[in-house]
């Protein structure tokens, strides 16, 4: 008896709350349909009409619905409402989550590309290849200058104009293999790109043909001159 008691308290504490939850009220559903997402329809309808149609402009229009159902309708019209549609804050957050996610994705692409590009760039300037290219006519030019300025100044029997020109072409060319030197070098400060050092070499080697050129001229009037 006692446990039957019990039994009937309990059932009796919990039956308005499941009647609650089973309760369903469609005005309350296209209130809250209406504020979020629309359509805009509030109900009951005659009751917005009534008192607040200020700013939810309901009118009257005849629908017809056949023969029996005929007549004067309240439809709210809502390009005249003063009352919109708001996004929901669950949809509103998901639009943004995915507008973040895809945001960053491409941030990060972004990154990774640049850092790619940096990383490249960095080697190509720490590793010269450009220099090769141009080595071995840079040697061979350097040992033709330092010969025959030696040959000149040996042969020279005191003769001043040939020991300013040999001054001159060796000043030149000691400027030229020091801007070799610069273009080469790799330590901080220094970093070129091989397509930048390629052009410094390219006018450096034109500017160390023209003094190999004037060094064997001068050693052809040297010649001569003895």
């Not at 308005?16 to 209130?31: G, T």
């Not at 229009?61 to 029996?68: N, V």
Request: glycine residues 4%; contains cysteine.
């Amino acid at each position: 008896m006692r446990k039957t008691l019990i039994t009937i308290t309990m059932g009796l504490a919990l039956l308005p709350q499941m009647s609650k939850a089973q309760v369903y009220d469609e005005e309350k559903r296209l209130q809250w349909r209406s504020m979020e997402t629309g359509p805009l329809e509030f109900e009951p309808k005659f009751y917005y009409w009534l008192f607040h149609n200020n700013y939810a402009h309901h009118e009257w229009e005849w629908e017809w619905h056949g023969l029996f159902h005929s007549g004067f309708y309240l439809n709210l019209k809502p390009h005249k409402s003063d009352a919109k549609p708001l996004l929901p804050k669950r949809t509103l957050g998901a639009a943004t989550d995915e507008w973040t996610r895809e945001s960053t994705d491409a941030q990060e692409k972004n990154f990774k590309h640049q850092l790619e590009q940096e990383t490249l760039a960095a080697a190509d300037r720490r590793i010269d290849a450009a220099y090769l290219l141009f080595k071995d006519d840079f040697d061979e030019m350097q040992q033709k200058i330092s010969a025959g300025l030696t040959y000149c100044m040996a042969n020279s029997k005191g003769d001043t104009n040939v020991i300013s020109l040999v001054n001159s072409l060796s000043n030149q060319n000691r400027f030229i293999t020091e801007q070799v030197s610069y273009v080469h070098k790799s330590s901080n400060g220094y970093e070129l790109e091989n397509a930048k050092r390629e052009e410094c070499y390219i006018k450096l080697k034109a500017d160390m043909e023209k003094v190999t050129q004037s060094t064997i001229d001068l050693m052809r009037y040297v010649e001569v001159s003895k």
